[in-house]
């Protein structure tokens, strides 16, 4: 159901009784992902490894044997080779995550003799997020002030900042 409120400019939304236990069932089955983590990532695939490490982020780990990981990635017949997809996909997209996320994720391969036959991922949280710029350009963005130093103040003056 659907009604457009006259004169309020809003729309008034009703589900169906079949739909609505779906809907208070989303904050239990579904994940959460934060957007501006997935922002950051510039990559197709640094962003479907985020949503695929964000799943198992209570659990810590997650191991895919290669078949799933290519079908989960939507790879079907690309980078044959295990180094291509390493080298292409796999490596690119972790380091971004790396770089540009909360997640701080580990690969390690998973063989049979000499052949890979999966990854193992370890996945933590980092509270802080990296910085892609130095401390230097934040210090230059800062507006020059004459005040002078804190330590170079006579003894007993204070400074008053106004916002």
């Known amino acids: 159901m659907a009604e457009y409120n006259e004169g309020e400019a809003t729309v008034t939304l009703g589900f169906s009784p079949t739909v609505v236990p779906y809907l208070t ?3 239990q089955q579904f994940t959460r992902l934060k957007l501006r983590a997935i922002g ?3 990559s197709f695939y640094g962003i479907r490894l985020y949503e695929l490490f964000a799943q198992y982020l209570t659990i810590g780990e997650r191991t895919i044997e290669l078949p799933r990981l290519r079908e989960m990635l ?3 017949d690309k980078y044959a080779d295990v180094k291509n997809l390493r080298v292409r996909v796999l ?3 972790v380091d971004e995550i790396n770089k540009h996320t909360d997640l701080r994720v580990t ?3 998973i063989r049979r003799g000499r052949t890979v036959t999966g990854f193992h991922f370890l996945i933590r949280v ?5 910085l892609d710029f130095p401390i230097a350009d ?6 020059a002030t004459n005040n002078p130093p804190h330590d170079q103040l006579p003894s007993g ?4 900042t106004t916002p």
Do not use: Y
Not at 138 to 143: E, K, S, V, Y
Not at 157 to 160: F, K, N, P, Q, S
């Open 138 to 143: 934040l210090l230059a963005a800062l507006p």
């Open 74 to 76: 939507g790879l079907s």
């Open 157 to 160: 003056a204070t400074v008053e």
């Open 25 to 27: 069932l989303l904050h």
């Open 107 to 109: 690969m390690t391969p």
């Open 91 to 93: 490596d690119p997209a």
């Open 40 to 42: 950051s990532l510039g």
């Open 126 to 130: 980092d509270a802080q997020m990296n």
